[in-house]
T-cell receptor, first 114, second 113 residues
Framework: DAKTTQPPSMDCAEGRAANLPCNHS???????VYWYRQIHSQGPQYIIH???NNETNEMASLIITEDRKSSTLILPHATLRDTAVYYC???????????????FGKGTLLTVNP | GAVVSQHPSRVICKSGTSVKIECRSL??????MFWYRQFPKQSLMLMAT?????????EQGVEKDKFLINHASLTLSTLTVTSAHPEDSSFYIC?????????FGDGTRLSIL
């Protein structure tokens, strides 16, 4: 699976959009970009994932560049409860078994300030 | 709501005790589950892949005789930390794949005195 690079920390004001970048310059054609977040002392929470097209759900939007070498997770209206470590993970969608495992990097600690 | 349930959420026990942690998929079948460990201020590290009806696959450096994994049904995987010692104190987290994403339990904080 391709390696990802994220800034170690970011700050955002409550109510503003939080834009979290991720570089994955070695991503291959069949690899998806996944985003998870981990609030302190809890298990990771799935946010969103995508392959080529931009994606949006009730939690966030995922913008993937045309060359797929980077992406941005957007939380449109950040709240204090969005303070967490956000992980960007690239993984292939091969069939079954251990190919589904996720490799976590250090992620980005997003702190939403009042 | 939660799709993966993990129990217990916290365990405190004496050195030498064996501890069992359960991971259940709720309302879906999971032929494969994963066990992670997370030390303070570090990221999650995969320990092993739990396969229903067959032996678990352990990551390099993880002692299979110390961390026993049983995946006896399509909705339950258990991790037993045998003869636990203080260095085994950590946050243990399981996950299961449903549809196109993995979903995680809330973790078990294990403290060995």
């Amino acid at each position: 699976d391709a390696k990802t690079t994220q800034p170690p920390s970011m700050d955002c004001a409550e109510g503003r959009a939080a834009n979290l970048p991720c570089n994955h310059s070695t991503i291959s054609g069949n690899e998806y970009v996944y985003w998870y977040r981990q609030i302190h002392s809890q298990g990771p929470q799935y946010i969103i994932h995508g392959l080529k097209n931009n994606e949006t759900n009730e939690m966030a939007s995922l913008i993937i560049t045309e060359d797929r070498k980077s992406s941005t997770l957007i939380l449109p209206h950040a709240t204090l409860r969005d303070t967490a470590v956000y992980y960007c993970i690239v993984r292939g969608e091969n069939s079954g078994g251990s190919n589904y495992k996720l490799t976590f990097g250090k992620g980005t600690l997003l702190t939403v300030n009042p | 709501g939660a799709v993966v349930s993990q129990h217990p959420s916290r365990v405190i026990c004496k050195s030498g005790t064996s501890v069992k942690i359960e991971c259940r998929s709720l309302d879906f079948q999971a032929t494969t589950m994963f066990w992670y460990r997370q030390f303070p201020k570090q990221s999650l590290m995969l320990m092993a892949t739990s396969n229903e009806g067959s032996k678990a696959t352990y990551e390099q450096g993880v002692e299979k005789d110390k961390f026993l994994i049983n995946h006896a049904s399509l909705t339950l995987s258990t991790l037993t930390v045998t003869s636990a010692h203080p260095e085994d104190s950590s946050f243990y987290i399981c996950s299961a794949k449903r549809s196109t994403a993995q979903h995680f339990g809330d973790g078990t904080r294990l403290s060995i005195l």
